[in-house]
T-cell receptor, first 115, second 115 residues
Framework: AQSVAQPEDQVNVAEGNPLTVKCTYS??????LFWYVQYPNRGLQFLLK??????LVKGSYGFEAEFNKSQTSFHLKKPSALVSDSALYFC?????????????FGAGTRLFVKA | NAGVTQTPKFQVLKTGQSMTLQCAQD?????MYWYRQDPGMGLRLIYY???????DKGEVPNGYNVSRLNKREFSLRLESAAPSQTSVYFC??????????????FGPGTRLTVT
């Protein structure tokens, strides 16, 4: 079955430390991969996407993500976490095999950055 | 430029009541979407409209209907609300459903409780 997995419900990190939020997917074909962030009582905001080319993509607010085709992963990273990065993060996949370009979202990972 | 707007922000319904959630976007996007967000389940697609004049079912369409009123507006109707429809509803838009690589832009959400 087509799916997106975010194996950690919650990630805790100290301010200034690097952070990683994990995402793996099971989708046939060559999907497009996205990360979105949701702050409390707000809609999702686009962070970054992988379409093709360089496996390391850079996005908003200093975030970056690494695409690994062999491991079917797209982990979100940031070299130095800020308290303001605390939010809910969603990995998402779009692919024609889903019926048109529908999007599958992961269940979300809550990031807590402690001062 | 307001982006994607949704009304209302909050709503409480009794079982069996009906209501319509309104959504509008001012980005001249062709495609619009309705999602529901439930704890631990990410976002699930209810209906989408790839372009003005077309609508299609998503992952969880039962109990809902939609109308793409024009290019800007996409409404979601609950004909007979059920407690299982208690959720947070998000409207989103993108340049083109057919492109696949486009990110989606989300509204602030409607928090619906059905008692």
């Amino acid at each position: 079955a087509q799916s997106v997995a975010q194996p950690e419900d919650q990630v805790n990190v100290a301010e200034g430390n690097p952070l990683t939020v994990k995402c793996t997917y099971s989708v046939s074909g060559n999907p497009y991969l996205f990360w979105y962030v949701q702050y409390p009582n707000r809609g999702l905001q686009f962070l970054l996407k992988y379409i093709t080319g360089d496996n390391l993509v850079k996005g908003s607010y200093g975030f970056e993500a690494e695409f690994n085709k062999s491991q079917t992963s797209f982990h979100l990273k940031k070299p130095s976490a800020l308290v303001s990065d605390s939010a809910l993060y969603f990995c998402a996949v779009r692919d024609k095999s889903l019926g048109g370009f529908k999007t599958i979202f992961g269940a979300g990972t809550r990031l807590f950055v402690k001062a | 430029n307001a982006g994607v707007t949704q009304t209302p922000k909050f709503q409480v319904l009794k079982t069996g009541q009906s209501m319509t959630l309104q959504c509008a976007q001012d980005m001249n996007h062709n495609s619009m979407y309705w999602y529901r967000q439930d704890p631990g389940m990410g976002l699930r697609l209810i209906y989408y409209s790839a372009s003005e004049g077309t609508t299609d079912k998503g992952e969880v369409p039962n109990g809902y209907n939609v109308s793409r009123l024009n290019k800007r507006e996409f409404s979601l109707r609950l004909e007979s609300a059920a407690p299982s429809q208690t959720s947070v509803y998000f409207c989103a838009s993108s340049q083109s459903f057919l492109t696949g690589s486009d990110e989606q832009y989300f509204g602030p959400g409607t928090r619906l409780t059905v008692t």
